[in-house]
């Protein structure tokens, strides 16, 4: 009896309560839905099967792939090499063999994690008002949050990690970094290495999307394509996007996640030169010049007031209330799909596996960017981790 | 004085009560007792992967936690949950025993290559090991032959003691008798088992009992039987 007075009952369906939001925005669209686009989107679905293929078109998009690339590589060979360092020296573990102590680890934990909450776009436009328009605005711009973000996983990977063999090394007298280098490493780089493949995918979007808040690249020729409403011309450049998605998918597939550490090592000597040739501004951006117009007193004093008559609250409240309606639609939506009978599920999910392209379709991301002008939060996690039914993008599996 | 492992009012809470030893160059001892009687947290206490909560451990007058990198090779550990690096091949296994001796560098390189092929081979020799075993990943052997690579891994260590626990659990009676004489061979040696009968081919037996160390003895003179209590006492 005690113990049957000991249980709670669960509540299977308070997950669902954020759902309530979906049919009241289902009603809104519903009563705001006319028929005024359908031409629009016609053209531009019936275009993707006749893209231009115009030289001079062709020309001016491969040259905006190419400093999509360049943008690409560089920021996640950065992110990568600096978030491993960062990675390690924020892990626990490691800081406790190193110095045994974890304080430090903590400590720079929490330097990082601000860098992470910025998403690259909102990084790219500070930047790009600070340096002005320089190829290392958009590399920095995703290499800041990338390099956090990575350090984050490469120091949960190694807290999450089990060893006892690190101590069992550490008894037979090995020193602290070859036993790390030994007993630690073989365990986490496999994890890592699809992890840093993962992020190169997640760099070209990246790049892709500053392009179209005009940083360069791919993304600025697709976003003028849309808004002048050349369809034709905006899918020649979506194809090609979608080709070197492709190939990039195919080639991590193929070499097992194994190329990406010399390719990480390689890619900025193979990017500078590039850039050098694609006639790229690689000078030293004029934020680090004292002859930065932001350090005289007039641009501060402006952006002083600008800041301070800033509607603050306003803004915040806003940026509050979407975020809370995506997550509602997010927690809310999945489990629905578990109410569908298993056999259902199972052949939805074959479909989906046999059914969907192994890369992620980049023409829909940069449409969607460039059609809204909002931002698409990016997975931040391995497709091989995702849950058959849905991603939080929590990480690895424990 | 060289190679003496002293534990001095030795005491883990829960675990172990206080207890002193001595372990003698040359010397073998058996270590007997049920499970839970304490044995591994004894080994542990031994080679300085536990901290105990009284007392001190002490290595040629040394306390361990003092020890430089390489008076720790001198202490070598056969666990009893073999503690291989899954990931890696048998070669690099072995050779993380002799990590203690060499730089930096020298484990990049066993990582990224093969090393000292020859020294690796005549270890795996010595415990029966095939040598067409050289490149393959731990996690594809056999119970019997990750033993034996982590006994190849102790031996290319070269210690002065070895401590194992509960070595020859899950092994065959030939493995048992192979693993055994490989033990005997080192200059001393603390081996704890669960078989009486094998005490009498050690130096010196010692018993341990909920914790307590309840017998020190040469093994000369012992009978097996008249070791059985320390398995039947509750």
């Known amino acids: 009896m005690a113990l049957h007075n000991d249980l709670r009952p669960a509540l299977p369906l308070l997950p ?80 406790t063999l190193l110095i045994s102590s974890a304080a430090p680890s903590r400590w720079l934990r929490r330097v990082l994690a601000p860098l992470r909450s910025l998403h690259e776009l909102i990084w790219g436009l500070l930047l790009l008002q600070l340096c002005g328009l320089n190829a290392w605005v958009a590399v920095a711009a995703i290499a800041l949050p990338y390099t956090s973000l990575m350090a984050r996983v490469v120091a949960d990977q190694i807290d999450s990690h089990d060893t006892p063999t690190l101590m069992a090394l550490q008894c037979m007298g090995a020193g602290s970094l070859a036993n790390l280098l030994t007993a630690l490493w073989p365990a986490v780089s496999t994890s890592l290495g699809h992890h840093m493949a993962h992020r190169l995918e997640c760099a070209l979007r990246s790049a892709l999307l500053l392009g179209v808040f005009g940083l360069g690249g791919l993304g600025t020729d697709l976003k003028l394509s849309l808004q002048s409403l050349q369809f034709r ?39 500078i030169p590039w850039g050098r040739s694609l006639d790229l501004d690689l000078a030293i951006p004029t934020i680090l010049l004292p002859a930065n117009p932001l350090f005289t007193g007039t641009v501060r004093e402006s952006l002083a007031s600008a800041l301070a008559s800033a509607p603050w609250a306003d803004l915040m409240l806003s940026t509050l209330g979407l975020t809370l309606l995506a997550s509602a639609i997010a927690i809310a939506g999945p489990p629905p799909g578990l109410v569908a009978p298993p056999r259902t599920l199972e052949q939805h999910h074959t479909t989906i596996r046999l059914g969907r392209p192994a890369f992620a379709p980049p023409p829909t991301d940069g449409f969607a960017f460039a059609s809204t002008g909002q931002t698409q939060s990016q997975p931040c996690c391995p497709r091989s981790w995702s849950a058959p039914f849905g991603n939080d993008g929590a990480g690895p599996p424990r | 004085m060289i190679g003496v492992l002293e534990l001095e009012e030795v005491a883990f809470t829960g675990r172990l009560r206080p207890l002193s030893l001595r372990i003698n160059p040359g010397e073998h001892i058996c270590l007997l007792g049920r499970s839970g009687a304490g044995k591994s947290t004894l080994l542990q206490l031994a080679n300085g992967s536990l901290k105990p909560d009284h007392g001190q451990v002490r290595w040629d007058g040394t306390a361990l936690p003092q020890l430089s990198r390489r008076r720790r090779c001198d202490i070598g550990t056969l666990w009893q949950d073999l503690l291989l690096v899954e990931e890696l091949n048998v070669v690099q296994n072995i050779n993380a025993g002799a990590l203690g001796r060499h730089s930096l560098f020298w484990a990049l390189r066993n990582l990224v290559g093969t090393l000292n092929e020859g020294a690796c081979h005549e270890v795996m020799l010595q415990v029966g090991l095939e040598s067409d075993l050289l490149f393959t990943s731990v996690a594809a052997l056999s119970g019997g032959q990750r033993q034996r690579v982590a006994l190849a891994r102790l031996l290319r260590q070269e210690p002065s003691l070895v401590l194992a626990d509960e070595p020859l659990s899950a092994l065959d009676p030939a493995l048992s008798e192979l693993v055994l004489d490989r033990l005997l061979i080192q200059s001393s040696c603390l081996v704890s088992l669960h078989r009486p009968d094998l005490a009498c081919r050690f130096d010196r037996v010692i018993g341990l009992v909920d914790g307590e160390l309840v017998l020190d003895e040469p093994a000369t003179g012992l009978n097996p039987d008249d070791l059985t209590w320390l398995y039947t006492t509750i």
């Open chain 1, 16 to 95: 669902l309560l954020p759902g309530v939001v979906i049919p009241v925005l289902a009603g809104k669209v519903a009563l705001d839905l006319h028929g005024g686009g359908l031409d629009l989107l016609a053209g531009f679905f019936g275009a993707a099967l006749h893209p231009s293929w115009d030289l001079t078109l062709i020309e001016a998009l491969w040259r905006g792939l190419q400093i999509t690339v360049f943008t690409a590589m560089l920021s996640w060979s950065g992110s990568c090499l600096f978030g491993c360092v960062l990675g390690f020296l924020s892990s626990e573990k490691i800081c």
């Open chain 1, 233 to 271: 011309e905006l899918w020649s450049g979506l194809w090609l996007l979608a080709i070197v998605m492709a190939m990039l998918e195919l080639l991590v597939h193929r070499s097992r996640s194994k190329l990406v550490l010399p390719a990480m090592g390689l890619a900025p000597l193979i990017a």
